[in-house]
T-cell receptor, first 113, second 119 residues
Framework: DTEVTQTPKHLVMGMTNKKSLKCEQH?????MYWYKQKAKKPPELMFV???????INESVPSRFSPECPNSSLLNLHLHALQPEDSALYLC????????????FGPGTRLTVL | AQTVTQSQPEMSVQEAETVTLSCTYD???????LFWYKQPPSRQMILVIR??????QNATENRFSVNFQKAAKSFSLKISDSQLGDAAMYFC????????????????FGQGTILTVHP
């Protein structure tokens, strides 16, 4: 299994809603990443988890709250988002944070109304 | 800080022809890795090819090959015998060798090149 899965595929939420994005991998990877990507732009790193510990937070606003309950699962909790937060949210994983290759999931397309 | 520059926002190629996508980077590190990722319109990012900076030999994966010029800090991607399925946005990316263990595999991406393949 060389797949990173993300749910939901699409999400529409209001600015007062609370929602969560989910990312799962069963490759035994111990590093997991959240990226935000605007249309026709490169991904921007948001968070890195290494061995279930938050290792990098790229100064992301607190309305985004990551969680890594176990080595296979990564969540991104969303609360009080702004319309400018509408984007594609990509999850990726890597064997370890020092390993070469990151495997990306298909992403969740988020629209904030 | 490292930077990655892709100077070609868009490129096009005829099916079966060869196209080269450019990438330059800036770093003061001696140990690093370079990647080309492909993101088709379906949006899943896929690794195309990787190059370790310490390796002099250019990486090759089937129809994809790179021209890695370390002194010039250049890392171009050549796609031979282009196919319709090669149409995508291509990102060049840099990762530190991270001897200090602080970058946690962080990728620095270029702005991307949209490749169109004409039948």
């Amino acid at each position: 299994d060389t797949e990173v899965t993300q749910t939901p595929k699409h999400l529409v939420m209001g600015m007062t809603n609370k929602k969560s994005l989910k990312c799962e991998q069963h490759m035994g990877h111990r590093a997991m990443y959240w990226y935000k990507q605007k249309a026709k732009k490169p991904p921007e790193l948001m968070f890195v988890y290494s061995y279930e510990k938050l290792s990098i937070n790229e100064s992301v606003p607190s309305r985004f709250s990551p969680e890594c309950p176990n080595s296979s699962l990564l969540n991104l909790h969303l609360h009080a988002l702004q319309p400018e937060d509408s984007a594609l949210y990509l999850c990726a994983s890597s064997k370890t944070s020092t390993y070469n290759e990151q495997f990306f999931g298909p992403g969740t397309r988020l629209t904030v109304l | 800080a490292q930077t990655v520059t892709q100077s070609q926002p868009e490129m096009s190629v005829q099916e079966a022809e060869t196209v080269t996508l450019s990438c330059t980077y800036d770093t003061s590190e001696s140990d690093y890795y370079l990647f080309w990722y492909k993101q088709p319109p379906s949006r899943q990012m896929i690794l195309v090819i990787r190059q370790e900076a310490y390796k002099q030999q250019n990486a090759t994966e089937n129809r994809f090959s790179v021209n890695f010029q370390k002194a010039a800090k250049s890392f171009s991607l050549k796609i031979s015998d282009s196919q319709l399925g090669d149409a995508a946005m291509y990102f060049c990316a840099y990762r530190s060798g991270d001897a200090g263990g602080t970058s946690y595999g962080k990728l620095t991406f270029g702005q991307g090149t949209i490749l169109t393949v004409h039948p």
